[in-house]
């Protein structure tokens, strides 16, 4: 469906894109995260057509779109603030795209309810979008984005404007519309969990390259590099050298996979592949915070050198601050990196 071939964007001596090469495929829901300045919206604008490439192709439908306007790529875009035309209703700003290609008055108030349905707003044509709650403005906006039938849906920070808790539940939401609809997905998000829940493939951006692609669970079991591990919020990242094993770090002898190649490297372990045992035992640390997450609390600790350790423990058994523990390590949850 969509291909960068080799895509750079320069503004200065900076390069907001360098060299980037993405393919997406038809059907596929692609999230792309990133810190700020990372190129992640510029790749967006370039696809869309409002940012041109300095090099490079981008190709829809193996057709290569330089020098096509916006309005005839065929795509399908959804900002954060949503955009929406205040002057008009509901139905006004649903239609706009199908009023833009000639579309007859019968045909797009069927296509207009017909939308309103699928993202849940049944019989809200006549509703002015300025008495809409933030969660309904965004629904709007998809029904716009959809309207057309675009061969590739572009969304920019979709849900960045909504509380946590409509977030959690309209991404499950668009994940269900997507796959009914069988729509092709470009997506940008700082929010870690909403590409996650959303994805089917997650691509990591750093400085105008890509980091790492894979499934969510390629992503979050193995990243690729330090950059990649600490932007995914794992902070149990220390220098070591491989032998035997197990690698030897400044907490000591950590276990890893079998099949691991010996020499100097640096080590991740997950949060939840740190064992709390009893003091005499493992690697003496003095618990120093826990935070309530859910399911689950976590608990840092400070061992006699080296950085501190983040564990994942059960809400019945978790620590208090000021207690002394051990900690242990589990193979499985430990990534060799680069």
Known sequence: MLRLDGVTVRFGERAALDAVDLDVADNEIVCVLGPSGSGKSTLLRVVAGLQPADAGRV?????????????????????????????????????????MRGTGRAEAERRVAELLELVGLPGAQKR????????????????????????????????????????????????????????????????????????????????????QAGTPLEVWR???SEFVARFLGFDNVVEATVRGGCAETVWGEVPVPPGTAEGACRVLVRPGGVRLVSAGEGLACAVTARTFSGDHVVVRLRPAAGPELEAACPLGGAPGVGDRVGAAFVAEDVVVLP
């Open 59 to 99: 190709l829809l439908g193996e057709r290569d779109q330089s020098g096509v306007p916006t309005h005839r790529r065929g795509v399908g875009l959804m900002f954060q603030d949503h955009q929406l035309f205040p002057q008009r209703d509901v139905a006004g700003n649903v239609a706009f795209g199908l009023r």
């Open 128 to 211: 002015s979008v300025g008495a809409l709650s933030g969660g309904e403005q965004q629904r709007v906006a998809l029904a716009r984005a959809l309207a057309p039938e675009p061969r590739l849906l572009m969304l920019d920070e979709p849900l960045g404007q909504l509380d946590r808790s409509l977030r959690e539940r309209l991404v499950g939401e668009l994940r269900d519309l997507f796959g009914r609809l069988g729509t092709t997905v470009l997506a940008v998000t700082h929010d870690q969990g909403e590409a996650f829940a959303l994805a089917d493939r997650v691509v990591v951006m750093r400085d105008g390259r890509i980091a």
């Open 222 to 224: 193995r990243p690729a």
